[in-house]
């Protein structure tokens, strides 16, 4: 019983998290209420305050939970399996929508990524991005310290690994926003992560 409640929260935070940004991307973030997002996600407002302490926190979520699958599926890839592959699988798994995304994007690709851009300018969600953005980083390079025996409190290597893929998830996302033909962001986040365990060479 504990499994199948905890599943439901999980599956409540993910729809608030996912109604908060498709309000946002659509009206703005100041035309968004947090009752307006209950509405969506089809609880109360008093819901919402459980999981969330405002507006940004409940967008920056998304990152945070998305980060923190990527950890969870990469301490459950192959033991055997190289590093690298085992961190694009487990990449490619948490960035695939989850049941509270009926449709994404839900708008034409060009209204949908200027909305976005708008949104992740916000001065109000940064903070709780690079908050969300550090958790995940260093929940990330414990399971990759378990996987490669290394020690997070003593080694660089974990580290860097995370940074790295954190990095190419915003350099993915940002291609995605600012390219003009819609390009999955999945597909996009693989090519980077191949080009960064190839070391990065430069384009032939």
Known sequence: MSGLRERKKAETRAALSWAAIRLTVARGYDAVLVEDIAH??????????????????AIAARHLDRSRRVADALRARPAGEPLWTAIE???????????????SPPAAHDEWAAGLRVMLAEPALR????????????????????????DPARDLYPHLVAGAV???????????????????????LSEALAQIAAGLPPPA
Do not use: C
């Not at 969506?40 to 926190?57: I, L």
């Not at 699988?89 to 449709?103: I, L």
């Open 40 to 57: 969506a996600a089809g609880v109360s407002p008093r819901t919402f305050n459980n999981y969330f302490a405002s507006k940004a926190e």
């Open 89 to 103: 699988a487990a990449v490619r798994s948490a960035w695939a929508p989850g049941p509270e995304v009926e449709q």
């Open 127 to 150: 903070g709780e991005m690079l908050r969300a953005g550090a958790i995940a980083e260093a929940e990330l390079a414990e399971a990759v310290a378990e996987r490669t025996g290394t």
């Open 166 to 188: 954190g990095v190419a998830a915003g350099a993915a996302t940002r291609h995605f926003l600012r390219a003009d033909r819609p390009e999955p962001v999945d597909r996009l």
